[in-house]
């Protein structure tokens, strides 16, 4: 049913490198948003957006950027990759105006900064 | 502030045996409660959702939760646990129809034959 899609899938790399994470949906929802996930631990919103050109912050701190040009594509920038860095990331949109809205999820990137 | 507690990290269940994942929340004000689930591999996909009305909510799968504002809970749970519902389970709050959600730690459900 889903229709967001995260890439790569799992991603290793060595400390220092930029790396961008792909997420894009075909829904064409407003809202889309970036999560953190460690084994154990909650899911942390590091960063949303609410629509073409808007960006914002989530509740945990990150030193990823994001950007919002197309309603579709969200991409996610690490400019220099760092060990502490290695986690999953989670990429998820929904629909405004619904209430109690649903989000739908990507599968996620795996990534590991060695 | 809004906060979410799943009682037990890891659950395990006899195939046919009652599902009971607990939950737990803080909300100052009236809460927005959802139930997400992660098969192996795939990202999560909503179960069941609580906003207004009927306290019990059913979803897929043959999952169903109560929202007790007394006991401030939306346990999820199942009759008969079959072998595809090992999965994690997430359970969640927002505050409104429009606010970000925010995720408890997980339960992992395993089912054994």
């Known amino acids: 049913e889903a229709d967001i899609y995260q890439t790569p899938r799992y991603l290793v790399i060595g400390t220092g490198k930029k790396i961008t994470l792909e997420c894009s949906q075909t829904?064409?929802?407003?809202?889309m948003y970036w999560y953190q996930q460690d084994p154990g631990m909650e899911l942390h919103l590091i960063h949303y957006s609410y629509g073409v050109n808007s960006t914002e912050k989530g509740d945990l701190s990150s030193e990823s950027t994001v950007s919002r040009i197309r309603t579709e594509h969200f991409p996610l920038t690490l400019e220099s990759a760092r060990p502490s860095h290695t986690s999953q990331y989670l990429c998820a949109s929904s629909e405004s105006g619904t209430v109690g809205e649903k989000l739908f999820f990507g599968s996620g990137t795996q990534l590991s900064v060695l | 502030a809004q906060s979410v507690t799943q009682l037990g990290s890891h659950v395990s269940v006899s195939e046919g045996a009652l599902v009971l994942l607990r939950c737990n929340y803080s909300s100052s004000v009236p809460p927005y409660l959802f139930w997400y689930v992660q098969y192996p591999n795939q990202g999560l996909q909503l179960l069941l959702k609580y906003t207004t009305g009927a306290t019990l909510v059913k979803g897929i799968n043959g999952f169903e939760a109560e929202f007790k504002k007394s006991e401030t809970s939306f346990h999820l749970t199942k009759p008969s646990a079959h072998m595809s519902d090992a999965a994690e389970y997430f359970c969640a709050v927002s505050r409104s129809s429009n606010y970000k959600l925010t995720f408890g730690k997980g339960t992992l459900l395993t089912v054994n034959p």
């Open positions: 829904m064409g929802h407003d809202k």
